[in-house]
């Protein structure tokens, strides 16, 4: 059974752009939710979404949000980028609110 | 407010020697809790977690972690590590009522030969 996949793996933006991530899930799985990490600010739940409604959602500003398809891929975007976003950014699907399986990242880094 | 609590940022442990990783967590009642592992540049690997029934739980790699109510951790453990254990280990609790994942800040595990 294929793993959870990111794309891009990393990526490059300056500040005031905007930024697309995509997650594709295991196979069956119904739940994919968001994590930034960061070495200053460690890992920090971003939101949850289940059956294409977000059921969960961190303290992160609303620059930052997320959907999900019907397929359960997913994808979270971040509006007018900061030095600050510059991350480690994870995904990690499971059936339904039980073990996550986590992909590799999205490694953003903004200039 | 909910937290986890891993004391040691750094770990060094010499090859072949025994390992214990220490995980408290502050939440009214007992929550999910889990051990991950991510190795430099990749994503975290689930070791092991505990749901409910027998407070010592065995997971993967030959790691396990004991349950205690009473003060509140979740301390993992292996008895004779290996260079490749080498990596950061992240505890977790999820509380039952929200399944949001709250995470420790981690311990990085260094490996003496």
């Known amino acids: 059974k294929a793993g959870v996949t990111q794309t891009p793996r990393y990526l490059i933006k300056t500040r005031g752009q905007q930024v697309t991530l995509s997650c594709s899930p295991i196979?069956?799985?119904?739940?994919v939710s968001w994590y930034q990490q960061t070495p200053g600010q460690g890992l920090q739940f971003l939101f949850e979404y289940f059956s294409e409604t977000q059921r969960n959602k961190g303290n992160f500003p609303g620059r930052f949000s997320g959907r999900q398809f019907s397929n359960s891929r997913s994808e979270m975007n971040v509006s007018t980028l900061e030095l600050g976003d510059s991350a480690l950014y994870l995904c990690?699907?499971?059936?339904?609110?039980?073990?996550?399986?986590f992909g590799p990242g999205t490694r953003l880094t903004v200039l | 407010a909910q937290s986890v609590t891993q004391p040691d940022i750094h770990i060094t442990v010499s090859e072949g020697a025994s390992l214990e990783l220490r995980c408290n967590y502050s939440?009214?009642?007992?929550?999910?809790l889990f051990w991950y592992v991510q190795s430099p540049g990749q994503g975290l690997q689930l070791l092991l977690k505990?749901?409910?029934?027998d407070t010592l739980v065995q997971g993967i790699k030959g790691f396990e972690a004991e349950f205690k109510r009473s003060q509140s951790s979740f301390n993992l453990r292996k008895p004779s590590v290996h260079w490749s254990d080498a990596a950061e280990y992240f505890c977790?609790?999820?509380?039952?009522?929200?399944?949001?994942?709250?995470w420790g800040a981690g311990t990085k595990l260094i490996i003496k030969p």
């Open positions: 977790a609790v999820v509380p039952r009522s929200n399944y949001q994942l709250i």
């Open positions: 990690a699907s499971s059936f339904d609110r039980d073990e996550q399986f």
């Open positions: 939440y009214g009642a007992t929550p999910y």
């Open positions: 505990y749901f409910s029934g």
């Open positions: 196979s069956g799985h119904r739940s």
